[in-house]
Structure formats: structure tokens, C-alpha cells
């Protein structure tokens, strides 16, 4: 990965990347940050008492995004990351029990959960120069071409 030598307040030095990805314990703590999101809505799609077989039906759902790469980086990468934010299916909890649908509830936990998992496992937000480049770094083919 290309970066840059800074020296941080003070004084010591500190590698800092160019491609814009977290990186060391920022890193850390956003991964992190989506196993913890991936063990709560596993923990309250339990309390649901909800289909585990659709859980495992639409867990990966979410990776059919990935099918606007087709149409090229900038549109696979809008399409991507409009399903793998956490926005949607946040907004959708509160208003699946605002219109008294609490059956929605299990499709929204589904979602939060494979997010979670993904940026646990790295795979981040995608820049639109390519599905390597993410918010969490660079992964696959990407990733390598960097080494």
C-alpha cells in the first residue's frame, strides 16, 4: 500500500496512508465495531424467535449489490455501498414498529448482520476505484497488487 512517513504530535513517526482507508488501531476498532453490530442483531433476531432457514436464506442477500460492478466501478460501487451502510436497515426498525409491522424486524436484523460480518472481516465501504479499494483498506486482488 503506498503511504506516506509524518510524525504524529509528538514527534514520532507514523506511516499514514494516501488511498484514504483506516488503518492499525482505527482499523482495529471499526472492525471491531461490525462484529459487535453482527452479535447484537444475532442475539435480537434470536429474541424474535424468527426462521433461522430464512436468516440463512437472506443472509447473503445483501451481496447481490455487488451485481452493479457489471455496469462499472462507479455504479457498482454507489449500488454497494447504498446496501452495505447501516443507514437502511436502521431507518427500518424504527418505522417497521412506528407502522406496527414488527415482522419486518427480522428482515432489517438480517441485513445489520451481514453488514456487521463484512466489516468484521475487512470488507469495507468500495471506493469507485475498484471493488478492492475500501474504507477498511485494500482487499483481494487489490490488496495484493499493493504488496
Known sequence: MTA???????????????????????????????????MLAIFLYGHQHASWIL?????????????????GPRVGAAAYNAVHSYILPLLLVPLALLVHHPD????????????????????????????????LGFIGKQKMERI
Not at 445489520?112 to 469507485?128: E, P
Open 4 to 38: 506516506i512517513d509524518t510524525k504524529t504530535d509528538a514527534g514520532h513517526p507514523m506511516t499514514q496512508p494516501i488511498a484514504g482507508a483506516a488503518t492499525g488501531y482505527v482499523q482495529v476498532l471499526l472492525r471491531l465495531e461490525g462484529f459487535s453490530a453482527f
Open 55 to 71: 436468516f440463512a436464506i437472506l443472509f447473503l442477500a445483501p451481496d447481490l449489490s455487488m451485481l452493479g460492478y457489471l455496469a
Open 104 to 135: 419486518v424486524l427480522p428482515y432489517a436484523l438480517i441485513w445489520i448482520a451481514h453488514i456487521g460480518l463484512d466489516r468484521a472481516l475487512g470488507f469495507g465501504l468500495k471506493y469507485s476505484s475498484g471493488f478492492g479499494h475500501t474504507h
